[in-house]
């Protein structure tokens, strides 16, 4: 992270001193586990419907682009049936493109391989995610169908990197053209530059340990446990996905300066 001059000027000096988050952070995704509620989505009948977004999202899948009302990061859905194990979604914010995905059930039903690219920071986010079947769909729906559990997860350098910085007032974060400056008082700060508009609350536990909780639309989504190892060289990071009822916990591992 750069600082100019003139801010250092005005910093308090236990900030000069930095602390334990201070610097860039590299998602180790080998470490990254998955618990809780199965994605559950249902291709039947000309329709697609994922039960387990929040909201749930319910469209036809014919190709074509339809309007959807509640969802923080688009308005608009198009999925399309390219094989009988393979589908494609699209989800639009107006006229930009948030996501697409080209979901692969593989030849013996068991997993379910999505390529995604996301367009919510500054640059283009990419990646594969797996996920094991836990529950089969409806006879005659389509493969895609049932309830799936992820297992396995891959991004480009833009998913994995974040900046973090702490001082004895507040926390900050960088992550793809995203940020936040927030206090430690208890009070609701924006995530700058989030389409979503994610607003987020933190609090100090100690030097090595601070705790963050996401709102959007005005619900708790997401409850975040960040602590830096005892060397200094990794976090361990514990998400509680509130709206999804799944837990995710993850590396974080520190890059030379």
Known sequence: MRILIS????MPAAALAGSAFDGT???????????????VYL?????????????????????AEHKVTGHA????AMVKVISATSDE??????????????????ADGATLTGR????????VVTGEVVEKRVASGPAGSHAVSGSWLQEQLKGNETLRTVQYEMTPGHFVMHWNGQSYDANFDGKEYPIVGDPGRTVVTVKRIDDN??????????????????????????VQVTDKDVAHGQ???????????
């Open 7 to 10: 801010a250092l000027l005005l």
């Open 25 to 39: 952070w590299k998602t180790n995704l080998d470490s990254m586990k998955v618990t809780g509620k199965p994605d």
């Open 43 to 63: 291709l039947a009948n000309g329709e697609y419907t994922c039960s387990s977004c929040s909201p749930e999202l319910k469209v036809k899948a014919d190709g």
């Open 73 to 76: 990061y688009y308005d608009t």
């Open 89 to 106: 979604i699209v989800l639009k914010q107006g006229d930009k493109e948030f996501a697409r995905m080209t979901e692969t059930v593989s």
């Open 116 to 123: 995604f690219t996301n367009h919510v920071g500054a640059k």
């Open 209 to 234: 340990t601070v705790e963050e909780t996401d709102h959007r639309q005005g619900k708790v989504v997401d409850e975040i446990r960040l602590a830096v190892a005892k060397d200094g060289r990794t």
């Open 247 to 257: 837990m995710t916990t993850y590396t974080l591992e520190k890059q030379k300066q």
